[in-house]
């Protein structure tokens, strides 16, 4: 009779605690299918009069009504506040799908993202006269596509106002206040930016301009990056609060705002005891609920927690807890997508990011293990994107549209374009046809396309 292979037999029982820990991340589609009712509803909340205010999903009005021709011309600089860095372009436009980017990265030092409003500003008006410097743009008038990657309430093109700060940022002095205005300020401080005209808009939007310059058929724009958010091309009759201040055109983007889905508890019967966890230890608890379990920002921090209750359980590492491991944020999106682009059965990257976490002895077992709690999480990611797109791909009702997706997760992270296409598919009602396209240069080109737009009232 041969000898039981113990070691096989705690693998497999380790692998078996591992699934069940991770269990709560795997969700039915009939979840998903209610995600997506749930989330219809709150859209419809968002653009009624008398909801507006208490609804979750904010769907604000952007004031674009058009999408572009494909035929605007000229030079635009567009600004770029992201997460972690902005991004200064110069886009040359020159009709017939063409263009060209000049571009420039910035890091945003951490003590500037909550810093007051008068140096946050200030740094941005720096980042753009070093970015005029360089390229040699001092003697252009120029306008200027403002992309601000948080939520606004807008009165027009060139005026919006933060409704609050995310990704970690606090700045004093600038929630409930014009954006426009505060940039303004600062580049009459420094009195030597060629810029004469500022429009503003949300990087989803950016996007979504982006991939229509190109795609006709672009009616919705995701964004899965550091943060998480939607934009779709709505009619007006639908849009109360449009109606109301007595102006009308056929249709209008909306920026969804759809990060903060679920702030009203409506998705905590699927949400997770990680989910909760990231949430209460956040910088701004009971907010952007659902971005927390889908964005870049905090995968990471999901699987961390995660692999923490799985060692806890004695299942991985050998059930031993580092210092390292405790400490919050210290295992990144970026880890989680190296770990699922390695070949299996190689473990070299996998054991790295372990080693950085204080263990240098990491077993197959453990990088295995490690490996299905950045797919179930990532996977759950992808699908509760796809849950809200198949609901707006049926809400704009063409028989045939485009999505333009953009965002670090979306382009790095491995198979998520994928898994995000296949249950999109499953989601959505088969009348409906779609395509998920790459908004190459996504929400900076967009800007840029906008400025062009009003500049020769091309939109």
């Known amino acids: 009779m041969p000898k039981p292979n113990y070691t096989q037999y705690i693998i497999d029982a380790n692998r078996r605690i591992v699934k069940d820990i991770c269990k709560p991340f795997i969700l039915s589609d009939d979840t998903y299918k209610r995600i997506k009712e749930l989330f219809l509803v709150d859209i419809k909340k ?73 140096h946050f500003f200030d740094f941005l008006a720096k980042c753009l006269s070093d970015f005029i410097v360089k390229y040699d743009l001092q003697y252009d008038e120029l306008s200027l596509g403002f992309t601000f990657a948080f939520p606004l309430k807008q009165t027009s093109i060139n005026e919006g106002f933060l409704v609050k700060w995310t990704k970690g940022y606090n700045v004093s002095g600038v929630v409930g206040n014009d954006v426009i205005a505060l940039l303004q300020e600062a580049i009459e401080r420094r009195g030597d930016l060629p810029i004469n005209n500022i429009i503003i808009l949300n990087n989803t939007t950016g996007t979504l301009i982006s991939c229509a310059w190109k795609h006709k058929e672009a009616k919705i724009g995701v ?21 109301n201040m007595g102006n009308y055109c056929p249709t209008m983007v909306i920026n969804c705002e759809a990060g903060a889905f679920g702030n009203d508890g409506v998705l905590d019967f699927m949400r997770t005891s990680f989910d909760f966890a990231v949430n209460k230890n956040s910088m701004h608890p009971g907010q952007q609920v659902f971005e927390k379990m889908v964005s870049g920002l905090y995968l990471g921090e999901i699987a961390r927690r995660t692999l923490l209750d799985c060692i806890n359980a004695g299942a991985m590492l050998k059930g031993i807890v580092s210092k390292e491991i405790l400490t919050p944020m210290v295992f ?33 077992g453990d990088c295995e293990n490690l490996r299905y709690i950045c797919t179930a999480i990532s996977t759950r990611s992808a699908n509760m994107v796809a849950a809200c797109l198949a609901c707006l791909v049926e809400r704009v009702g063409d028989p045939y549209l485009i999505i333009g997706a953009d965002g670090t997760v979306y382009r790095s992270y491995p ?39 009003t500049k020769k009232k091309i939109i």
């Open 46 to 118: 968002g653009l009624g009069k008398d909801t507006h205010k208490k609804a979750s999903v904010k769907c604000y009005m952007t004031f674009v009504e058009k999408l572009p021709s494909g035929c605007e011309q000229g030079k635009f600089l567009a600004l770029e506040l992201s997460g972690d860095d902005c991004r200064v372009l110069c886009v040359n436009l020159q009709g017939d799908e063409d263009f060209m980017i000049e571009w420039q990265h910035f890091d945003v030092p951490p003590e500037i993202k909550v810093d007051t409003a008068k």
């Open 223 to 243: 964004l899965i990056s550091s943060g998480f958010n939607i934009c779709y091309l709505e009619k007006s009759k639908h849009i109360q609060l449009f109606k």
């Open 332 to 364: 990144k999106v970026h880890d989680m997508s190296q770990i699922e682009r390695e070949e299996r059965g190689h473990y070299a990257i996998t054991r790295k990011i372990f080693e950085k976490m204080g263990y240098r002895d990491a077993t197959n």
């Open 415 to 453: 198979n998520y374009p994928l898994l995000l296409r296949k249950k999109l598919k499953k989601f959505t009602r088969p009348e409906f046809k779609f395509d998920v396209v790459h908004a190459e240069d996504g929400s900076g080109r967009g800007a840029a396309l906008l400025a062009a737009s």
